[in-house]
């Protein structure tokens, strides 16, 4: 079955600090990626919809200067955490799909705790 | 190396029966066992989840029932509802947390 990667798998920065994270699909190529978040009571939240070569599609409520989404290959997206704040420690999680349509595989998560 | 496995990739019940999910994992150092409910176009939602000290869980219509020595859970669903056609999740967490495949459920009216 396709796996999707994430790294850091957990992550503890100083407030202020910018925090990156990767999301690798191993083996097939993955035009959308999906990041989310979760929070208590188990839900996830879509944060953004990112396809390759094209900038991301942000959902409501997401600040898109503090949440950076870069999918410049087939095979990785990045999220990267600017200026990370205690409110924004949480569990994100990316997710690919190969095209529209197609099965959307998970990645391990990422747990970025910012003191 | 894929530590949750969702076998079946999709499932078509009839509204009113019941509606068997079913989950394998490889990881016996999980300990807390999800399942989420995505339709198209949204993001997943949280329907139920147990802890690996209890082997049933029940939430209305959705029950978990975890097997540790099986390394099996399932989700049962009765009766069946048309809207409850979407895909199911199924997840695994220690520190981290691992996803299935998923299985698309069809409630045929």
């Known amino acids: 079955g396709a796996v999707v990667s994430q790294h850091p798998s957990r992550v503890i920065c100083k407030s202020g600090t910018s925090v990156k994270i990767e999301c690798r699909s191993l083996?097939?190529?993955?035009?959308?990626m999906f990041w989310y978040r979760q929070f208590p009571k188990k839900s996830l939240m879509l944060m953004a919809t990112s396809n390759e070569g094209s900038k991301a599609t942000y959902e409501q409520g997401v600040e898109k200067d503090k949440f950076l989404i870069n999918h410049a290959s087939l095979t990785l997206s990045t999220l990267t955490v600017t200026s990370a704040h205690p409110e924004d420690s949480s569990f994100y999680i990316c997710s690919a799909r190969e095209f529209p349509g197609s099965k959307q595989f998970f990645g391990p998560g990422t747990r970025l705790t910012v003191l | 190396d894929q530590q949750v496995k969702q076998n079946s990739p999709s499932l078509s019940v009839q509204e009113g029966r019941i509606s068997i999910l079913n989950c394998d994992y490889t990881n016996s150092m999980f300990d807390y066992f999800l399942w989420y409910k995505k339709y198209p176009a949204e993001g997943p939602t949280f329907l139920i989840s147990i802890s690996s000290i209890k082997d049933k869980n029940e939430d209305g219509r959705f029950t978990v029932f975890l097997n540790k020595s099986a390394k099996h859970l399932s989700l049962h669903i009765v009766p069946s509802q048309p809207g409850d056609s979407a895909v199911y999740f199924c997840a695994a967490s220690e520190n981290d947390m691992r996803f299935g495949a998923g299985t698309r459920l069809t409630v045929k009216p």
């Open positions: 083996d097939f190529q993955a035009t959308t």
